[in-house]
C-alpha cells in the first residue's frame, strides 16, 4: 500500500476515494487547458482561477455573471446512459443568459457531485463542457469535483454551472429600447434544450417509446432527440452585435415565451408573436400529442422551436437574418413590438 494510500484509508472506508479523484483530475487536465484562451493566467489545480481580460478599446468594462444547472434533463442522462452531451447544456444555460445583455463568455466553471466517483462518467460529462466551451470561445477555468457517499442514488451526479462575460458599459442590450414597429426574429431550437424535462420524462415514461426505438417523424433513435444539447448561440450574436443595432435579447429557457419575454420589454410595449412563423421540431408535436397539450400551454413550457430571439429594427431586419444565416442559425420574423394597452405583453397569434 503506498503512503498516500495509508493517508486515506480511512476516508476510502468512508466510500471517498482520493487516488481516483486524483487519477481523474490528471486524466481531464489537458482536455480543460485546450480550453484557455490569452487572458487565463493559471493552470489546473489551484485553489482560484486567475483571469486578465482585454478590455483595450472598452469605454467602461461591465462584467456579466450566470448560473445555472441542467435540471432533470440529467434524469434522462442516467436512464440512456449518455454522458458526453449534458455538459454543452450546462455551458449554455450559463453562457446564452449572459449573451442576452451583450456580454461576450469570458470563463466558466462547473460543478460535478456525485455519490461515488466514477472517471470514465466523469470524463464524459467534462468533455461535454469542454465541447461547449470552445463553442463559445470561454475558458473553462476551474471547477470542483465533490464526493459525497450516500447523498446521491448509485449511478447520478448533479451539475451546476458558472459564467462570466464582459461588455462594454454604453454597449449593454437590456431591451429599454424596444419600440412599437421593431420586429423580433427567432433563432432556431435545437429541441426542449434544458427545459421542460420533468414533464418530458413523465411524457416518455407514459408513451410506451424505448430509447432505441425510432423517434416519430424523424430517423433518429429517441434517446438521440431527448437528449440532444442546448444550442449555443454566442459566436453567431457577437457576430450580429458587430453589425446590426440589436434592441433586445430573449434566451427562451422555463417559462416559454409566456415569462421570458417581458423580461426585456419596456412597459408600454406588447411583444405579438404570428404562430408558425418558424419550422416546428417534430418533438413539440409529439410533446404536445402525447401529453395532451394546448399550444397555449407547450409555449408555457418549452420554447417551441425558438431557443432565442433578437429585437431589431424594421429597416435592419434583412441584414440581421442575413447575419444568422451567414452563422450557420434557422432565423424567421417571427412578430413585431406594439404598444401596450391592456392584459397579457406577450401574444401569440394563431396558437390555438
Known sequence: ????????????????????????????????????????????????????????????????????????????????????????????????DVLVQGAKPLFFLDYFATGKLESGVAEQVVSGVVDGCRQSECALLGGETAEMPGFYADGEYDLSGFCVGIVDTPKVVTGGRIESGDVFIGLGASGPHSNGYSLIRKIFDESGLAADDTFPGTDEKAADVLIRPTRLYVKSVMALLERVDVKGMVHVTGGGFYDNVPRVLPENVTARFDFGAWDMPPVFNWLKEQGKLSWPEMLQIFNCGIGYIVAVSPDQADETLAVLKEQGEQAWVIGRAEAYSSGEQVIIDGAD
Not at 484509508?9 to 480550453?35: C, H, L, P, Q, W
Not at 483595450?56 to 452531451?85: S, W, Y
Request: aromatic share 8%; glycine share 14%; charged share 20%.
Open 1 to 96: 500500500m503506498t503512503d498516500s494510500a495509508k493517508r486515506s484509508r480511512a476516508y476510502t472506508e468512508a466510500g471517498v476515494n482520493i487516488d481516483e479523484a486524483n487519477r481523474f483530475i490528471g486524466r481531464i487536465k489537458n482536455m480543460v487547458a485546450s480550453t484557455f484562451t490569452p487572458g487565463v493566467a493559471t493552470g489546473i489545480g489551484g485553489f482560484g482561477g486567475l483571469f486578465q481580460p482585454d478590455v483595450a478599446g472598452m469605454e467602461a468594462p461591465m462584467l456579466v455573471a450566470g448560473t445555472d444547472g441542467v435540471g432533470t434533463k440529467l434524469k434522462l442522462a442516467f436512464v440512456f446512459d449518455k454522458h458526453d452531451t449534458i455538459g454543452i447544456d450546462l455551458v449554455a444555460m450559463s453562457v446564452n
